[in-house]
């Protein structure tokens, strides 16, 4: 199994940017569908963005589709969520996740493991 590690979450501005990195260890990157999800106070658990483990393609939330990037380094077996022009409603605890199954995978239940979460606060 792999187990993840967050970081790189924050305080921001309206408009700036963050980059949120994941450090997976146990199993590489290339093992799992990769994704990164969000949870803001009161709400459920949200798809951000994914990797597909096949062939590293990426896939986004309608909300965050042109604004933030996904990407993996496979040497670093780290997967990272470089996210620009952040808006309030980005607020949110953020999680990295890793999937055991094939394709595009944007359901919370089906990832299996999960990192502890990173903070990230967008003031206006």
């Known amino acids: 199994q792999v187990q993840l590690v967050e970081a790189g979450g924050g305080l921001v501005q309206a408009g700036g940017s963050l980059r949120l990195s994941c450090a997976a260890s146990?199993?590489?990157?290339?093992?799992?569908?990769m994704g990164w999800f969000r949870q803001a106070p009161g709400k459920e658990r949200e798809f951000v963005a994914g990797i597909r483990r096949s062939d590293g393609s990426r896939y986004y939330a309608d909300s965050v589709k042109g604004r933030f990037t996904i990407s993996r380094d496979i040497f670093k077996n780290m997967v990272y969520l470089q996210m620009n022009s952040l808006k309030p409603e980005d607020t949110a605890v953020y999680y990295c996740?890793?999937?055991?199954?094939?394709?595009?995978?944007?359901?919370?239940?089906?990832?299996?493991?999960w990192g502890q979460g990173t903070q990230v606060t967008v003031s206006p």
């Open positions: 146990g199993r590489t990157v290339t093992t799992y569908t």
């Open positions: 996740a890793a999937s055991t199954m094939l394709g595009v995978r944007t359901s919370s239940n089906e990832y299996n493991y």
